[in-house]
């Protein structure tokens, strides 16, 4: 089965340091792998996706995530956290084995980023 | 371009009882899908609809119903509620395109009491 781990609750970072939020898929086949957003009360705000090509994908605000086939990570950075970064991130692979469509994502359970100032 | 749209934002709702949850996605985008999402169970799947077909369906009971309308509009179902069935549904659209990501909208808070 297909599925995305991101192993910490909770990640803490000073703000003006770099930040790693980790993720790890299991798939069979190649990874189409997404990063989400989420603020308290909203939905989920799309950052990033890696589909093929260079390992190291740029997104919104800052963001980037570096794909690492042989560790089967894929995880998101930025050089210099926000406070306004604090959040729940989401790491998501989408469902190739669910056939009829390609919207189904699976979602691993969730980082809590905590920027202090 | 308007983002996606789900109403109402909050619904309080006593067991038993049945509810229906809308959805308007990006204009252009003909896939909608939906989610739940609870602290224990995290984001789960539901089913997603394009061109007002059901391509796709998740685990849930047949109590979670869906449709989707010609103007790509959707609407989900809940019937004969439970507790457990207390949750943020989000709604999410996407373009045309293999690779589209979804579009949440900011969801519907439902509570079951």
């Known amino acids: 089965a297909q599925s995305v781990a991101q192993p910490e609750d909770q990640v803490n970072v000073a703000e003006g340091n770099p930040l790693t939020v980790k993720c790890t898929y299991s798939?069979?086949?190649?990874?189409?792998l997404f990063w989400y957003v989420q603020y308290p009360n909203r939905g989920l705000q799309f950052l990033l996706k890696?589909?093929?090509?260079?390992?190291l994908v740029k997104g919104s605000y800052g963001f980037e995530a570096e794909f690492n086939k042989s560790q089967t990570s894929f995880h998101l950075k930025k050089p210099s956290a926000l406070v306004s970064d604090s959040a729940l991130y989401f790491c998501a692979v989408r469902d190739l084995l669910f056939s009829g469509g390609y919207n189904k994502l699976i979602f691993g359970a969730g980082t809590r980023l905590a920027v202090h100032p | 371009k308007a983002g996606v749209t789900q109403t109402p934002r909050y619904l309080i709702k006593t067991r038993g009882q049945q509810v229906t949850l809308s959805c308007s996605p990006i204009?252009?985008?003909?896939?909608v899908s939906w989610y739940q999402q609870t602290p224990g169970q995290g984001l789960q799947f539901l089913f997603e609809y394009f061109s007002e077909t059901q391509r796709n369906k998740g685990n849930f009971p047949g109590r979670f119903s869906g449709r989707q309308f010609s103007n790509s509009r959707s609407e989900m179902n809940v019937s004969t509620l439970e507790l457990g069935d207390s949750a943020l549904y989000l709604c999410?659209?996407?373009?045309?395109?293999?690779?589209?990501?979804?579009?949440f909208g900011n969801g519907t808070r439902l509570t079951v009491t």
């Open positions: 204009s252009g985008h003909r896939s």
């Open positions: 798939v069979s086949g190649n990874p189409y």
């Open positions: 890696y589909i093929t090509g260079d390992n």
């Open positions: 999410a659209s996407s373009g045309q395109g293999l690779y589209s990501p979804l579009h």
